[in-house]
C-alpha cells in the first residue's frame, strides 16, 4: 500500500510499505478522507520530535476492510470514523473520566507518548475500541472531523461558556470556527472573534460571531470593553498557540471568568503571568487537550444532525502525493482545513 512515511525534520516520503496485517480485536480501514492538522505540522516541522519513520495522520474516515479475530461487532464495508487516542482504560485518569489524559496514551498517527502508524496511507489498523460508525448522511469529508470536533466539543466542556456568556475567541481557523457554532449552540449572548485575516472573519460572521475584529486595524481589549462596560468575557478561548494572544486571553477575561487555553504553543514558548492579578481578579486559566470518548461520540451525534457546518472549512483537497503542498500552505497560512485523500 503506498503511505506518507515521515524519515526526519520535513521528510516525507511517498512509499510502498506493508500493509498492516489484522489480529485479534483490531480492524483494518481503508481510508477515505483525513484531515491536515497544525500538530502534523508540528510533527512534519520537528517542532515536535517523533521517532521515526513513522505515518502521521489522525483525523479521519473511512470503510472497515478487514477485521480480526474479535472484532465481530463490526462488519467490512462499515462506514466510520476513528477516536485516535487510545487510552489504557485503567489509570486513574480513565476511571474518572478523563481518559484523554491516561497516563499510557498512545496516538494513532497524533502528537502522544506513544505514537502509532496513522491514516496518511491507503490503509491503518486500529482497535475496535477506537471505531465510532458513522452513517450514510455523514460524508467521509465530514467524518474527517468527527476527531477535531470531538476536541471542541471538549474545548468547550472545559470552557463552562453557558446561556448568556459572552465569550472571546481568539483565532478564527478551523478549530477557531468549530468552537464558534459549538459556543453559539449552548446559548452565549454574545460572541466576539478575534483573527488577522479578514476572509476568516467574514466567514466567522456567516457562522455566527456577533462581532469580529482584526487586532492589526482594532483594538480588540478595547472593543471588548466597548460591548461590555468594561467588563471583559466571562470566557475567552485562545486557539492560536502563541504566547502573545495567551497574554491577550488574560487581559480580556472579566473578574471571575475563565482562561482556556486550545491552541498548542511551541513547546518551549513562556507567557509571564501575575500571581497578583489572577488572584485579585479570581480568573481560571485552564488548559483543554486532545479528545474524550465522550466528546468523540457525541461529535457523531452533532454532525449527524447537521447543526454544525464544516464543508464551509474545507478549502483545498490533496492527493497523498501532494501532501507536502498542505503542509506549506499551512505553514503560510493560507485558507482553512486541508484534506487528503488516500
Known amino acids: 500500500m503506498l503511505a506518507a512515511v515521515l524519515h526526519g525534520p520535513r521528510d516525507l516520503r511517498i512509499e510502498e510499505v506493508e500493509?498492516?496485517?489484522?489480529?485479534?480485536?483490531?480492524?483494518l480501514v481503508e481510508v477515505k478522507a483525513c484531515g491536515v492538522c497544525m500538530t502534523d505540522l508540528h510533527?512534519?516541522?520537528?517542532?515536535?520530535?517523533?521517532?521515526?519513520?513513522?505515518?502521521?495522520?489522525?483525523?479521519?474516515?473511512?470503510v472497515i476492510a478487514e477485521l480480526g479475530d474479535n472484532a465481530a461487532e463490526f462488519k467490512v464495508g462499515d462506514r466510520v470514523a476513528v477516536d485516535p487516542a487510545l487510552s489504557c482504560g485503567v489509570c486513574e485518569a480513565c476511571v474518572s473520566g478523563r481518559n484523554n489524559l491516561c497516563e499510557r496514551l498512545t496516538a494513532i498517527g497524533g502528537a502522544g507518548d506513544i505514537i502509532v502508524n496513522g491514516a496518511f496511507a491507503e490503509y491503518t489498523m486500529v482497535p475496535k475500541e477506537a471505531v465510532g460508525?458513522?452513517?450514510?448522511?455523514?460524508?467521509?469529508?465530514?467524518?474527517?472531523?468527527?476527531?477535531?470536533?470531538?476536541?471542541?466539543?471538549?474545548?468547550?466542556?472545559?470552557?463552562g461558556a453557558g446561556i448568556?456568556?459572552?465569550?472571546?475567541?481568539?483565532?478564527?481557523?478551523?478549530?477557531?470556527?468549530?468552537?464558534?457554532?459549538?459556543?453559539?449552540?449552548?446559548?452565549?449572548?454574545?460572541?466576539?472573534?478575534?483573527?488577522?485575516?479578514?476572509?476568516?472573519?467574514?466567514?466567522?460572521?456567516?457562522?455566527?460571531?456577533?462581532?469580529?475584529?482584526?487586532?492589526?486595524?482594532?483594538?480588540?481589549?478595547?472593543?471588548?470593553?466597548?460591548?461590555?462596560?468594561?467588563?471583559?468575557?466571562?470566557?475567552?478561548?485562545?486557539?492560536?498557540?502563541?504566547?502573545?494572544?495567551?497574554?491577550?486571553?488574560?487581559?480580556?477575561?472579566?473578574k471571575g471568568g475563565r482562561v482556556v487555553i486550545f491552541g498548542v504553543?511551541?513547546?518551549?514558548?513562556?507567557?509571564?503571568?501575575?500571581?497578583?492579578?489572577?488572584?485579585?481578579?479570581?480568573?481560571?486559566?485552564?488548559?483543554?487537550?486532545?479528545?474524550?470518548?465522550?466528546a468523540f461520540v457525541r461529535s457523531i451525534a452533532m454532525l449527524r444532525s447537521e447543526r454544525i457546518k464544516v464543508e464551509p472549512l474545507i478549502t483545498e483537497r490533496?492527493?497523498?502525493?501532494?501532501?507536502?503542498?498542505?503542509?506549506?500552505?499551512?505553514e503560510k497560512k493560507e485558507g482553512l482545513k486541508k484534506l487528503v485523500y488516500p
Open 19 to 27: 500493509k498492516p496485517k489484522v489480529k485479534g480485536g483490531n480492524v
Open 43 to 62: 510533527m512534519y516541522t520537528w517542532e515536535f520530535p517523533v521517532k521515526t519513520p513513522v505515518i502521521l495522520g489522525h483525523e479521519f474516515s473511512g
Open 133 to 159: 460508525a458513522i452513517p450514510a448522511e455523514i460524508s467521509f469529508d465530514e467524518g474527517a472531523f468527527v476527531e477535531p470536533l470531538g476536541c471542541c466539543i471538549h474545548g468547550v466542556d472545559v470552557s
Open 164 to 254: 448568556g456568556d459572552v465569550v472571546v475567541l481568539i483565532g478564527a481557523g478551523p478549530i477557531g470556527l468549530l468552537l464558534l457554532q459549538l459556543i453559539k449552540l449552548v446559548g452565549a449572548s454574545q460572541v466576539l472573534v478575534v483573527d488577522m485575516k479578514e476572509e476568516r472573519l467574514q466567514l466567522a460572521e456567516k457562522l455566527g460571531a456577533d462581532v469580529v475584529v482584526n487586532p492589526s486595524k482594532e483594538d480588540s481589549a478595547a472593543k471588548l470593553k466597548e460591548l461590555t462596560r468594561g467588563k471583559g468575557a466571562n470566557v475567552v478561548i485562545e486557539a492560536v498557540g502563541s504566547p502573545i494572544t495567551v497574554r491577550q486571553a488574560i487581559q480580556m477575561v472579566r
Open 265 to 294: 504553543a511551541p513547546v518551549n514558548s513562556k507567557v509571564d503571568i501575575s500571581p497578583f492579578d489572577t488572584y485579585f481578579r479570581e480568573i481560571e486559566i485552564v488548559g483543554s487537550y486532545a479528545i474524550t470518548r465522550d
Open 318 to 330: 490533496f492527493g497523498l502525493s501532494e501532501l507536502a503542498k498542505a503542509f506549506a500552505l499551512m
